[in-house]
T-cell receptor, first 115, second 115 residues
Framework: DGGITQSPKYLFRKEGQNVTLSCEQNLNHDAMYWYRQDPGQGLRLIYYSQIVNDFQKGDIAEGYSVSREKKESFPLTVTSAQKNPTAFYLC??????????????FGAGSRLTVL | AQSVTQLGSHVSVSEGALVLLRCNYSSSVPPYLFWYVQYPNQGLQLLLKYTSAATLVKGINGFEAEFKKSETSFHLTKPSAHMSDAAEYFCAVRSGETSGSRLTFGEGTQLTVNP
């Protein structure tokens, strides 16, 4: 079955360390997205990519970095510059149409805790 | 600019009672509107979407929503709540504009179903 795989599901990090969250999709979707979820704040967009080797900052990109070397993969690195990284991170993908609905399909999420 | 407001961060109903989750949006152009559901420690799953066809949209699990342009609303309803409906629900909007328009999520409504 097609879908999105995020790993690891749970991750613990010490302050000052970079960590990378994996996101892989086999839906043949053009676009991929990273969201951060905090209680009571909904989902906030970190980065998104509409095509391989190109990506754009979302609303809260500071302290994060991404790459899109393959259509199927969109890893997110949480750097030591991110002041409050403890959160639930969601990866999503969609077909990309500039003026279309672009329904998002989500992965199961990765929960990052900074010790 | 586009935004979403979900009225009520927590809604509690009895099993078998009507479920009504409120969503109001703002958008400078005709929007695409979505409802997603999230179960604990999981990703989001699409319940239904409005894409300017019928104003009454039926989704999965017996949910439906009505687009009311005059009220800028897209409230989610279900005639009879089931225990399995307990989850967090997110309303989202995407303006039908050209490239660059992104999905904006509301802050979510936690639905509790009491026996």
């Amino acid at each position: 079955d097609g879908g999105i795989t995020q790993s690891p599901k749970y991750l613990f990090r010490k302050e000052g360390q970079n960590v990378t969250l994996s996101c892989e999709q086999n839906l043949n979707h053009d676009a991929m997205y990273w969201y951060r979820q905090d209680p009571g704040q909904g989902l906030r967009l970190i980065y998104y990519s509409q095509i391989v080797n190109d990506f754009q900052k979302g609303d809260i990109a500071e302290g994060y970095s991404v790459s899109r070397e393959k259509k199927e993969s969109f890893p997110l690195t949480v750097t030591s510059a991110q002041k409050n990284p403890t959160a639930f991170y969601l990866c999503a993908s969609s077909i990309w149409r500039p003026s279309g609905a672009n329904v998002l399909t989500f992965g199961a999420g990765s929960r990052l805790t900074v010790l | 600019a586009q935004s979403v407001t979900q009225l009520g961060s927590h809604v509690s109903v009895s099993e078998g009672a009507l479920v009504l989750l409120r969503c109001n949006y703002s958008s400078s152009v005709p929007p695409y509107l979505f409802w997603y559901v999230q179960y604990p420690n999981q990703g989001l799953q699409l319940l239904l979407k409005y894409t300017s066809a019928a104003t009454l949209v039926k989704g999965i699990n017996g949910f439906e929503a009505e687009f009311k342009k005059s009220e800028t609303s897209f409230h989610l309803t279900k005639p009879s709540a089931h225990m399995s409906d307990a989850a967090e629900y997110f309303c989202a909007v995407r303006s039908g504009e050209t490239s660059g328009s992104r999905l904006t999520f509301g802050e979510g409504t936690q639905l509790t179903v009491n026996p």
